[in-house]
């Protein structure tokens, strides 16, 4: 167990909706990144952000957006949902200091049908 | 920008032995940090490796070794004493310094370990 959790872990949803993935960091971590994995592209960074602002942004459609609360939490939206969105969701969260390791959440498994 | 190759798309090893399993970066940076991930057939991704460009010694973790070349920009793992748990899609990833780095991936290797 990572102590990075995320739900859901599953999620089928249609074409033209809009979900919310949320991922908990470890405790006393203050970096969240989120990560898409999918067969075409790969693993790929979307963006992170570090005690509540926007620290790095990667290869993010305009469609998602995220924010990182107050609590640390954070959710990934994706909106106007297409059939290659589907793909696997990775949370991960570091330590304050740089470069420290990243540690993986189980992923969100999202299918647009 | 910064990419990761890996040119293996699949490797099989047999139970006890030892395996290598290659990746090459490009940079234009001297200090970084090159990570080998694993994930299993759960998913999760697990942090095997991690070296530092600036170190010149080879990381290990207990059977997981590394090959670091920087001036060829190579990153190899040798997984000895291979065990059937050790089969896995396997990332090599790249992180630059600062607080706004980010892993950039591979495309990953899918190792199979036969009996």
């Known amino acids: 167990d990572s102590g990075v959790t995320q739900t859901p872990k599953h999620l089928i949803t249609a074409t033209g909706q809009r979900v919310t993935l949320r991922c908990s960091p470890r405790s006393g971590d203050l970096s969240v990144y989120w990560y898409q994995q999918s067969l075409d592209q790969g693993l790929q960074f979307l963006i992170q952000y570090y005690n509540g602002e926007e620290r790095a942004k990667g290869n993010i459609l305009e469609r998602f957006s995220a924010q990182q609360f107050p609590d640390l939490h954070s959710e990934l939206n994706l909106s106007s949902l297409e059939l290659g969105d589907s793909a696997l969701y990775f949370c991960?969260?570091?330590?304050?200091?740089?470069?420290?390791?990243?540690?993986f959440g189980q992923g969100t498994r999202l299918t647009v049908v | 920008a910064q990419t990761v190759t890996q040119s293996q798309p699949e490797m099989s090893v047999q139970e006890a032995e030892t395996v290598t399993l290659s990746c090459t970066y490009d940079t234009s940076e001297s200090d970084y940090y090159l990570f080998w991930y694993k994930q299993p057939p759960s998913r999760q991704m697990i942090l095997v490796i991690r070296q530092e460009a600036y170190k010149q010694q080879n990381a290990t973790e207990n059977r997981f070794s590394v090959n670091f070349q920087k001036a060829a920009k190579s990153f190899s793992l040798k997984i000895s004493d291979s065990q059937l748990g050790d089969a896995a899609m396997y990332f090599c990833a790249y992180e630059g310094t600062g607080t706004a780095s980010k892993l950039t991936f591979g495309t990953g290797t899918r190792l199979q370990v036969t009996l």
């Open positions: 991960a969260s570091s330590a304050p200091t740089p470069n420290t390791e990243a540690f």
